[in-house]
């Protein structure tokens, strides 16, 4: 049945909500204009200059860039095995540790924030790169165990059999035959791990310190305190970051599909 | 390989697992059970001392009552919301479905802060809402949609409102649209179609975008936090005050156990309610 218009108008309301305070955030970061006015008195690139000249934001851009390079690192070299033990094996507490890596994302990250703060603090590993890693590598991994099981099971097992047939150990099966298979899927799942890690706000919230902040938590704090179109020009450049990050997964995952047809 | 290889693989895993999620949120439950003496310093103890100055402080209701209500009020407007817009993906032709699913859940990608930012520009004194009330001559002074309830209202089931599409979108596509059809060919009008056909059609995917949502509702920080501009209070947000500003580890931790407690009863309702609306 074709949508009549009473459906087409709520939709269009819908995605008019959906969609307006990204291009809001969008327009006013080319503002000309002191405050967060919309539509801006004019158009310039003067906030985003701002924003690169901001020693602050600047250091905290590569610490987020560094933090989500080593926490997808960290996500893939853990996650990887796992999920190929998890795909292919079979022992003991298998179904349970499957079930406890994905259980981080079932509790609210204000409540894992608060947990790691308690935990990492007397520890004197609160807002400490070893800290903070810990803590993003816990929350990307099951996104890395999840995706690399769907890829590990979607490699047919006669692939690997063949070449245990033609002498090679099981592990050299996996390492040679196997994982080349589901690299693609091995690169989406870095990718993912790498914008969980750069976009985490909450948890990152209890970790950060004077010395050490991320991108999303200074933005957090900019919009708390000022309302000047920096922040806009903040917001944009963490989206141009996830949308490069969604179209490398897009194009990847749809190479994974290709492969599979073949 | 066998088993040993498999416990060998897991173990990096495990090991990061066992160090950022298992032991801290076992020292939260540990860390609630601790005493906070007069001057506010926190004392070894097992007692239930910091649940009962919780649940015995009106304040504490007050803050359940409104988390509650709040996110009751934008988990319902999310899913109506995300109705029509999964209606029209499911009757869109399937080269435009991809798209519009896209969009449908494209603010995922963008982070909870910056959406904010938007929504205080359209919703501020200055912003687009206000301009046009007071250049139709029907305010003359702005209202005040941020820093507030109404706010974080909207704020709030925007931000859900990818969620609610996910789950619709999911759900009302496996529903025959031959259904539909035949209520047409039968007689019926749109109207009737969809209260009569649709609707009961949809009510479980319905109930389970809307007990998401109300999940992810109870717990949203950012959103209150920001559109609330500090003058709005839930649980998250006295979860966040009371660990970091009063730093009254406890209570912090006794609060953020009892959230667990209501969002452990919400999954086990979810549960029990998919289920039963599934038969």
Redesign the interface.
């Known amino acids: ?4 218009w ?3 108008l ?2 269009m ?3 008019a ?9 969008a327009v ?1 970061s080319f503002s000309a204009g002191d ?5 801006p008195p004019g158009l310039s690139t003067r906030w985003y200059a701002a924003l690169f000249s901001n020693g602050e934001l600047m250091t905290a851009l590569r610490n987020s860039a560094v933090l989500a390079l080593l926490v997808a690192s ?1 996500a893939l ?3 990887i ?2 999920a ?3 795909a ?7 179904d349970t ?1 499957a079930t ?2 994905v ?2 994302l ?7 924030g ?7 603090q007397p520890l004197k590993l609160a807002a400490t790169w070893p800290g903070l890693v ?2 993003h ?2 929350v990307a ?1 099951p996104f890395a ?1 999840r995706i690399m099981t769907t890829a590990f099971g979607a490699v047919p097992r006669d692939v690997e059999e063949a070449a245990w047939t033609l002498g090679a150990t ?2 050299r099966a ?1 390492l040679r035959v196997t994982l080349p298979i589901a690299a693609p899927g091995a690169l989406a799942a870095g990718a993912l791990c790498f914008l969980v890690s750069f ?1 985490e ?2 948890i990152s ?2 970790l950060v310190g004077p010395r050490l902040s991320t991108l ?1 938590v200074e ?2 704090r900019y ?2 305190t000022r ?1 000047d179109p920096l ?2 020009a903040l ?2 450049a ?2 141009a970051v ?2 490069v990050v ?1 179209l490398l997964v897009e194009r990847l995952v749809g190479f994974t599909r290709a492969m599979g047809r073949e | ?7 060998l ?2 173990l ?6 066992a ?7 076992l ?2 439950a540990r ?1 609630s059970l601790n005493r906070t003496t007069d001057i506010g310093a926190m004392e070894e103890a097992v007692t239930l001392e910091t649940f009962e100055q919780l649940v015995g402080d009106a304040f504490t209701w007050d803050l359940a009552w409104n988390t509650a209500t709040l996110a009751a009020g934008s988990a319902l407007a999310a899913t109506a ?5 999964a ?2 993906i499911r ?2 032709p399937p080269r435009w479905r991809g798209l519009l699913s896209l ?2 859940v ?2 995922l ?14 919703l ?1 004194d ?3 809402v206000n301009a046009t009330l007071m250049g139709l001559g029907l305010t003359d002074d702005p209202v005040r949609m941020i820093n507030n309830w109404t706010g974080v209202r909207i704020g709030l ?2 931000s859900l ?2 969620y609610a ?1 996910l789950v619709l979108i999911a759900g009302l596509g496996r529903l025959d ?1 031959r259904l ?2 035949a209520a ?1 060919t039968l007689g019926a009008t ?2 009737r ?1 969809f209260l009569r056909v649709t609707l009961p059609l949809a009510a479980p995917a319905l109930l389970a975008a809307f007990l998401l949502t109300f999940v992810l509702g109870v ?1 949203a ?2 959103t209150p ?2 559109m609330g501009g ?1 003058r709005v209070f839930v649980i ?1 947000t006295e ?2 005050d009371l ?2 500003e009063s730093v009254n ?1 406890p209570a ?2 006794a609060l ?1 156990m009892l ?2 407690g209501a ?1 452990a009863v919400a ?1 086990v309702l979810r549960a029990v309610l998919v289920r039963e609306a599934a038969r």
């Open positions: 049945m074709r949508p009549g009473v459906l087409r709520a939709a309301a819908g995605y909500l959906l969609l307006a305070p990204a291009l809001v955030v006013i405050f967060l006015t919309f539509p960290i070299l853990a996650g095995p796992a190929y033990a998890i292919r094996l079979r022992f003991p507490g298998r540790i406890l890596l259980a981080p079932l509790l609210p990250s204000l409540v894992l608060l947990a790691l703060l308690l935990a990492l810990l803590a590598s816990m991994l165990v099981p592990f996996a976009d706000t909450v919230l209890f999303p933005m957090f919009a708390e309302t922040v806009a917001a944009m963490l989206i996830a949308l969604v | 390989m066998g088993a040993r290889a498999g416990l693989l897991i990096p895993a495990a090991a990061i697992l160090a950022g999620f298992v032991y801290p949120v020292l939260l860390i919301l995300a109705l029509p817009v209606l029209l009757a869109a969009m449908a494209a603010p990608l963008v982070s909870g802060t910056a959406r904010v930012v938007g929504w205080l520009a359209i501020g200055n912003g687009v089931t925007e409102m990818p599409c649209p539909e059809e047409a749109r109207s179609t717990s920080f950012v936090r920001l500090g998250a979860i966040f660990a970091l580890w912090a931790a953020a959230l667990l969002l999954l």
